[in-house]
């Protein structure tokens, strides 16, 4: 079975690409928090929260809604 994967500009650890994958096919309204993200593919939500804020909003790969706490992640599609 095929399975896509995102593309990515970098050196990306394991569970860095399961991340940005699972946030890259999140619409606005489906949002997810660093918690549900975390909780999805096994990881800390201090990894989510670092790594999506410092690395993958700042190049653009994704969106951040910070208009509430906490915040909340999806594709910037």
């Not at 994958?21 to 990881?43: F, W, Y």
């Not at 670092?50 to 994704?62: F, H, Q, S």
Request: charged letters at 25%; a negative charge.
């Amino acid at each position: 079975m095929h399975q896509e994967a995102p593309v990515t500009q970098g050196n990306f650890a394991e569970v860095e690409i399961k991340i940005l994958g699972l946030i890259s096919q999140l619409a606005d309204d489906e949002a997810m928090t660093a918690r549900e993200v975390a909780d999805s593919v096994g990881c800390t939500v201090q990894k989510v929260a670092a790594w999506a804020g410092r690395v993958l909003e700042k190049n653009g790969d994704i969106n951040v809604d910070k208009s509430a706490k906490p915040n909340k992640y999806y594709t910037n599609d």
